[in-house]
């Protein structure tokens, strides 16, 4: 576990092909309201931002496209896990170093990548949590106690301590993931993810963020998605090689 990171220079590069750089994967479901100012700020401090349309009837694909995304779509709502791995297999062999996943609805702020991306370099984390249940007060006592819950299931399996099983919000190595399968649909893919990576021996670390105030409610149901997250954590645990 780590000491919050400090401010770093920004991850941009001046790669043309990706190499070295790092790349923005954006889950979105009817974020029209959200999506342009979360991608304009993500492109201050990333080379590129792929918007995963996760079958959106607002206009979210199109206002993503105009805002400097690459927009990769479905056709219809298949959950946040399925968009966040076809983000992943867009971005595949394009050599980027990192990958950023953060959420389209604004609750997570861009301005810190380069705090996460000051911790993976300075610390060789495979990847780097933004975590944000520090304060109590500051979360909805339902979700709050519910992620702590999965927090602690979790700490016990990968042993070490989870600061937060539920953010969207982190930064991988893209090499990491290298021969990873992944195969969640909805929110356990975080879940899924750092289980299967500390399986194989990845560094993790997290870095204290600043929680936003989403577009609107979040979809998450605590109670019946977090059982499903803790279910489904079992099975990647025991029964999933």
């Not at 996943?101 to 997570?108: C, F, V, W, Y």
């Not at 944000?132 to 927090?151: E, F, G, I, K, M």
């Not at 299931?153 to 190595?173: A, K, N, Y």
Request: glycine share 10%; hydrophobic share 40%.
């Amino acid at each position: 576990m780590s000491a919050p990171a400090e401010a770093g220079a920004s991850p941009k590069r001046d790669s043309a092909d990706g190499r070295g750089g790092v790349v923005a994967i954006v889950p979105a479901f009817d974020e029209a309201g959200r999506i342009a100012a979360v991608i304009e700020s993500a492109r201050r401090f990333v080379d590129a931002v792929i918007v995963v349309d996760d079958g959106s009837r607002d206009g979210t694909a199109r206002i993503a496209a105009a805002a400097g995304a690459e927009v990769v779509p479905h056709a219809a709502r298949r959950g946040k896990g399925a968009a966040v791995r076809t983000g992943l297999a867009a971005v595949r062999d394009r050599g980027y170093e990192y990958i950023l996943l953060l959420d389209g609805d604004g609750q997570h702020d861009p301005a810190e990548t380069p705090r996460l991306l000051d911790a993976a370099r300075r610390r060789g984390f495979d990847i780097v949590v933004g975590h944000r249940l520090s304060d109590p007060s500051a979360h909805n006592p339902v979700r709050y106690y519910t992620n702590l819950v999965a927090c602690n299931m979790l700490s016990r399996w990968i042993g070490h301590e989870v600061l937060d099983s539920q953010s969207g919000f982190r930064l991988i190595r893209a090499g990491a993931l290298d021969g990873v399968d992944l195969d969640a649909r909805g929110f356990e893919i975080e879940t899924e993810m750092l289980l299967k990576l500390c399986r194989r021996g990845a560094s993790v670390g997290y870095v204290e963020v600043h929680g936003g105030a989403p577009s609107r409610r979040s979809r998450l149901r605590p109670v019946r998605d977090v059982t499903r997250i803790c279910l489904s954590a079992v099975k990647y645990r025991y029964l999933v090689p």
